[in-house]
């Protein structure tokens, strides 16, 4: 019996790949890679036009967010209801479509303003904050009296002067506009307490205004210039007696003793 050797085993070493076979498969990884890169950010840009386009049509077209409510702070409760009616705010529509500058323009209109602002308080009011106009005397105006302010703007007419504040005299007209801003200028240099002692502030031109006290003494005040410093010295000269006194030139006053 003749005994059989056995073969050695077959070269059990792994097959390799040739390198183009290799780029092949990277190549491929690299496609599926950037299609799935693809995919997501056209995911993401459906999504924000989605969103973008919701919120559109929440804001500017649904009546989630109409505007429902007018709010006027700063004025008195007549003249606030006036604005509100002045303003003509499109209740019902939404609230991001209402023309805020237009509503500002017409209530600035109003003569009792001097400033206005407009602003949106979400979910559905319109904030209308104003500054109204502070008088500093009082003037005939075609038979009525009116309010005049800093800036010698007439606004609200009454059938009388106001309490508590000088009545202005001056020419009519455009021609007279000069003399009241000189009388408007006076008025706003004066200390309040001097101020409320002023009965009339007489202004003939530019350049001759006059005030007459409630107790009958008259101040020469001459021309507008140097309004705070003729101011400072009346304050003084005011504490003694005199029937009138002459602040035209403020570093050399003169008084007129009492008789």
Not at 214 to 241: F, H, I, T, Y
């Amino acid at each position: 019996m003749r005994l059989r050797t056995p073969s050695p085993p077959p070269d059990l070493a792994p097959a390799t790949r040739s390198p183009s076979s290799a780029a092949d498969d990277l190549r491929r990884v690299r496609r599926r890679v950037g299609r799935r890169r693809l995919l997501r950010r056209a995911g993401l840009a459906t999504a924000a036009l989605v969103l973008l386009g919701t919120a559109t049509w929440v804001i500017g077209y649904s009546d989630l967010l109409d505007a429902r409510d007018v709010t006027v702070t700063g004025v008195p409760a007549e003249l606030a209801a006036q604005l509100v009616e002045v303003a003509a705010v499109p209740l019902g529509e939404p609230l991001a479509r209402v023309d805020t500058a237009g509503v500002r323009d017409r209530v600035a209109d109003v003569p009792d303003v001097a400033s206005v602002t407009v602003s949106r308080q979400w979910p559905s009011t319109l904030a209308i904050a104003v500054v109204p106009r502070t008088p500093v005397a009082s003037i005939a105006d075609e038979g009525q009296w009116r309010l005049v302010d800093a800036d010698g703007v007439m606004f609200s007419s009454q059938p009388s002067p106001a309490d508590g504040l000088p009545v202005l005299r001056a020419p009519d007209g455009e021609a007279g506009q000069p003399s009241r801003q000189a009388g408007v200028s006076v008025a706003v240099a004066l200390p309040a307490d001097v101020l409320a002692q002023v009965a009339r502030i007489e202004a003939g031109s530019p350049v001759e205004v006059r005030l007459v006290l409630r107790d009958g003494r008259a101040v020469v005040w001459g021309s507008a210039q140097e309004p705070r410093r003729k101011a400072q010295v009346l304050a003084v000269l005011l504490d003694s007696p005199a029937s009138q006194y002459d602040v035209s030139v403020p570093d050399r006053p003169t008084l007129r003793p009492a008789r």
